[in-house]
């Protein structure tokens, strides 16, 4: 991934232009801002089991801070980004202490009550955060080769980087003390209290990691865009991110990143199908529908769904496993036959 912007490789159908274009380098960026965006969330659906409505929350808090610090403050881009981070903590830490009180779907609803809660601030507060208009990147304090869309190889590598930590993180998180204690939680509860450990904290601790994440995916998607618009704190964008981890595997890393990647370029290339001539040369009765990204998305999730409920990466690790407990009992059939043997060959 990171010599593809050097390299002349085209994919018709899927990539707008060859590899080395802009057009191909911003489309590949933003898929790896979503896929980080799945990565995290990962963290709490497929790591903790837990449904949250709320986690864009965190995300706009990430592409939001960077625009305020930059536009209000007057700060250095990297000093932005520490301050937008910080940000994204803070709001994580005070939001999930509330919402951790309950479990279950009421958790759910509470996640959901705080996008909606941040949804409306930004939209109300137009002298800061530009309300329905959104907030564009001030570029004064921002590196030059970080502007422009001569600069969009430069871009790539930073969102390539962004995820890369985001996986690191994911990873750290999933094989320490604290990704046991998540899944032991997710398990039992109450077996976990019984042994004298605090669920509560470390379901928040992980809480606050995911949604420190998530920031840092928003500050990718800020200098991606030169701006960001109220969805990025909306409950929808929640729910196609719970759409990217399901279709890419929940509780599977390289799941989150493939659901995330297949989704953004299924949007972008749907919606250019979607206007294609071919579509408007169609029948009403299918053409009205086909003429709808969100309808075939909606085909598309229900299919996952039925057919592959452990999403892409759970069927393939079940059919990996399959093969591998094929393997064994034919090894050791062949074993019992060579031991079969070698007792015939003694007795004779």
């Not at 932005?80 to 958790?107: C, D, K, N």
């Not at 001569?150 to 590598?157: A, E, F, G, H, P």
Request: proline letters at 4%; one cysteine or more; glycine letters at 10%.
């Amino acid at each position: 991934m990171a010599v593809l912007p050097l390299l002349n490789i085209s994919i018709p159908g899927i990539l707008p232009t060859p590899t080395y274009m802009p057009g191909t380098l911003a489309l590949l960026s933003l898929c790896m801002v979503f896929a980080s965006l799945a990565l995290s969330y990962n963290l709490l659906l497929g790591s903790a089991g837990m449904l949250s409505f709320g986690h864009a929350l965190y995300f706009g808090a990430g592409a939001y801070g960077l625009g305020i610090a930059l536009e209000h403050f007057g700060v250095p881009l990297w000093p932005g980004v520490f301050i937008a981070l910080i940000g994204g903590m803070v709001i994580a830490l005070v939001t999930g202490a509330v919402a951790m009180r309950v479990s279950g779907i009421p958790f759910a609803m509470v996640t959901l009550a705080f996008a909606q809660a941040g949804s409306v601030l930004v939209r109300r507060n137009a002298a800061v955060t530009g309300g329905e208009e959104g907030l564009s990147l001030n570029t004064t304090h921002v590196p030059e080769f970080l502007v422009g869309v001569v600069n969009t190889r430069n871009l790539y590598w930073f969102a390539l980087a962004v995820l890369v930590v985001v996986y690191l993180v994911a990873l750290w998180v999933d094989s320490s003390r604290l990704g046991h204690l998540v899944r032991a939680t997710r398990e039992n509860d109450q077996r976990v209290k019984v042994l004298g450990l605090q669920p509560y904290r470390v379901k928040l601790l992980l809480f606050i990691v995911a949604g420190t994440l998530a920031s840092l995916a928003g500050v990718a998607y800020m200098l991606l865009q030169s701006g960001t618009v109220p969805r990025s704190v909306s409950a929808d964008l929640t729910i196609t991110v719970l759409v990217m981890v399901v279709l890419g595997g929940a509780g599977f890393r390289w799941g989150a990143i493939v659901g995330g990647v297949l989704y953004t370029l299924l949007d972008q290339r749907l919606t250019v199908l979607a206007g294609s001539e071919a579509i408007a040369g169609l029948p009403d009765v299918l053409r009205i529908p086909l003429s709808e990204p969100l309808f075939l998305f909606g085909v598309l999730f229900i299919l996952v769904v039925m057919f592959l409920p452990g999403g892409i990466a759970g069927t393939l690790d079940k059919l990996a496993r399959r093969r591998r407990g094929e393997s064994t009992r034919s090894t050791m059939r062949t074993m019992d036959d060579a031991d079969i043997e070698s007792e015939a060959a003694e007795a004779r």
